[in-house]
């Protein structure tokens, strides 16, 4: 049973890894815009610092 359990550890963690690398992939996104309070698109790919993205939504 402790073989068992020890293969299913190493196949979740695989997984994992795959998942996380395949998330973190060298190529850079083209054309990765979004649009401004005003719709004017801002080009995110072309830029040097971070940037944090808010996303609000209609509540009544």
């Known amino acids: 049973m402790e073989g068992i359990s020890r293969k299913i550890l190493l196949l979740i963690m695989t997984v994992l890894g795959a998942v996380a690398l395949a998330a973190c992939g060298g190529e850079e996104e083209a054309g990765m815009t979004v649009q401004d309070e005003e719709?004017?698109?801002?080009?995110?790919?072309?830029?040097?610092h971070p940037t944090v993205l808010f996303h609000f939504t209609g509540v009544d």
């Not at 719709?39 to 040097?48: M, Q, R, T, V």
């Open 39 to 48: 719709w004017k698109e801002i080009n995110l790919a072309g830029n040097d």
